[in-house]
């Protein structure tokens, strides 16, 4: 396995270093965005690192309310679990939106972006955290442009193990086209043998203290929530029979 590089994309106001990367956040309002990795080494004590993983998705999956990815549930969850965290991600975008009119130059819809992702990271798992900022389009429209970007991660990481995050928020009532979406999300990972995760169907968000978890803007999660992002993610991916790859406990 080889170690991931990290890929700088600038247009905004303050640059951070992490571990290993790169940061710039951008607008903190929504648009924050980025490219990066954390070193092989950079994981919880005692847990040995077992493989590279990718994460593309959107203002959550960058750890917008957290100051950037190293804080934020993916690089959580790939720590306490031995993985190199690799990070792709951008606020307003989506499988069908590319961020334009938050973005000087657009950074583009997850599937535009992966090309540029293969020549960075060698990964053993891509999960796919994106689609909230489409929510509100046709869900026809959403699950086709999914579909094709499963095919594109499938293309250019054929050994790869997949998972997809049903695009939701932190609430536990359902949005008003879920069932569509879920319906095309479902049939698409089916036939890729991806793993689907869903917070909606099972609940994450029902009986907790949902308001808790986030920053003031009521939308994306806080340092707690990323926690209890990557708790949650790590129980549903054993529970759906992905225990190898979680098989420690996200500290709480």
């Not at 529970?239 to 406990?249: M, P, Q, T, W």
Request: a negative charge; hydrophobic letters at 45%; proline letters at 5%.
């Amino acid at each position: 396995m080889r170690r991931s590089a990290s890929r700088l994309i600038l247009f905004a106001t303050v640059a951070v270093t992490v571990a290993g990367g790169v940061v710039v956040n951008r607008h903190m309002a929504v648009p924050v965005g980025e490219v990066t990795s954390s070193p092989v080494s950079d994981h919880a004590a005692g847990v040995s690192q077992r493989l590279s993983a990718l994460f593309v998705g959107d203002s959550f999956t960058v750890g917008a309310g957290v100051a950037g990815a190293a804080n934020g549930y993916a690089c959580i969850l790939a720590r306490s679990q031995g993985w190199a965290c690799n990070v792709d991600a951008f606020g307003a975008t989506g499988y069908l939106n590319d961020g334009a009119g938050f973005y000087p130059t657009p950074p583009g819809r997850a599937l535009d972006r992966l090309s540029a992702d293969v020549k960075l990271y060698a990964v053993d798992m891509v999960v796919l955290d994106s689609g909230r900022n489409d929510l509100g389009k046709d869900p026809a429209a959403v699950v086709d442009a999914f579909t094709q970007t499963l095919a594109e991660v499938q293309q250019l990481w054929p050994s790869a193990r997949v998972v997809v995050i049903m695009p939701a928020y932190m609430s536990a009532t359902p949005y008003t086209n879920y069932s569509l979406v879920h319906t095309g999300f479902v049939a698409a990972c089916g036939a890729a043998h991806a793993t689907l995760l869903d917070p909606v169907a099972e609940q994450w968000y029902s009986g907790v203290d949902i308001e808790g978890m986030q920053i003031p803007d009521h939308v994306h999660p806080n340092a707690l929530g990323n926690q209890f992002l990557a708790g949650k993610i790590a129980d549903s991916m054993a529970r759906h029979g992905l225990g190898d790859l979680v098989g420690a406990r996200v500290p709480s």
